[in-house]
């Protein structure tokens, strides 16, 4: 084969690489735009409990102050490990208000979790197990709710610290 034909040979091959490489990133690029143009976006979970639902825990975790703050968290867990000093503030906060508790329902061993739940402020009697059907699919999970087991706001995770402002607000707010 001669150098010309050989030469001729990659260049088209290497054209036809490219235009195959420019087409993909441009479908990467585009697709979402024409997903969305389509309706064809990914469906989005529902959270486990939104603002007006009722919670799916015994009434006697929220029934004995105006507000329950109930913290669904593992002390295995590393998200929860990762948001302590947040939590811990958190925690304070609502206890400080006075007219709110703060419950953990745990899902771990009851003793690493209880340690956990103490580093956080949280007293002994505050320790919860979670029953089985609650709804609550990653950890931490806080909700909010009032004395008639109505949620007023819902968190999965904490997230970063832009997330945790706007918790602690809503959750100052509840408390006016």
């Not at 709804?135 to 995770?157: C, F, I, Q, Y």
């Amino acid at each position: 084969m001669s150098a010309d034909r050989l030469i001729n040979k990659l260049s088209v091959t290497a054209s036809l690489v490219l235009a195959v490489t420019l087409c993909a990133s441009l479908g990467v690029v585009a697709w979402p735009r024409v997903a969305s143009a389509l309706g064809l976006e990914p469906a989005r979970p529902t959270p486990a409990y939104s603002a007006g639902d009722r919670i799916d825990v015994p009434t006697s975790w929220y029934a004995t102050a105006p507000r329950t703050l109930v913290l669904f968290a593992r002390a295995s867990c590393g998200a929860c490990q990762t948001a302590q000093p947040f939590l811990k503030e958190l925690v304070g906060a609502v206890i400080e208000s006075g007219d709110a508790v703060v419950l953990v329902g745990h899902a771990g061993s009851r003793e690493e979790d209880a340690v956990f739940a103490k580093s956080l402020g949280v007293g002994d009697a505050s320790i919860q197990s979670a029953p089985a059907d609650t709804r609550v699919r990653v950890t931490p999970t806080l909700v909010l709710v009032d004395k008639s087991g109505t949620v007023l706001n819902a968190w999965e995770g904490v997230g970063p610290p832009d997330k945790q402002k706007l918790i602690a607000a809503a959750t100052a707010a509840a408390a006016k």
